[in-house]
Nanobody, 121 residues
Framework: QLVESGGGVVQPGGSLNLSCLHS????????MAWYHQAPGKQRELVAT??????????NYADSVKGRFTISRDNTKNTVSLQMSSLTAENTGVYFC??????????????WGQGTQVTVSS
């Protein structure tokens, strides 16, 4: 249902562009979001975007405002996260999901495998 990609190793100050493919049928009306799970910490909300019918409005956690940009392509059922000026605190696994999470598949909570981002010199 959700396949994240685009992670990798990047130096502090660098950039990455994450992508998430949503294969379910609700994408067009779904509020989508990116979440970050740092090592040893709980998953936290990074950015959200409303469905196109509500203007595809983006919102961000204070820690990433001005550095991250969330966007969606409703023709491809994808949501992206452009990250710049990365710091070590941005290291972790990034997941996409609906907002609020999680999507359910077969009656069970579902998260994709995420994509690992490592910011290191």
């Amino acid at each position: 249902q959700l396949v994240e990609s685009g992670g990798g190793v990047v130096q502090p100050g660098g950039s990455l562009n994450l992508s998430c493919l949503h294969s379910g049928g609700i994408f067009r009306v779904a509020h989508m979001a990116w979440y970050h799970q740092a090592p040893g910490k709980q998953r936290e909300l990074v950015a959200t975007i409303t469905p196109p019918g509500l203007g595809s409005v983006a919102n961000y956690a204070d820690s990433v405002k001005g550095r991250f940009t969330i966007s969606r392509d409703n023709t491809k059922n994808t949501v992206s996260l452009q990250m710049s000026s990365l710091t070590a605190e941005n290291t972790g696994v990034y997941f996409c999901n609906i907002d609020p999470p999680p999507i359910t598949v077969g009656g069970k909570d579902y998260w994709g495998q995420g994509t690992q981002v490592t910011v290191s010199s």
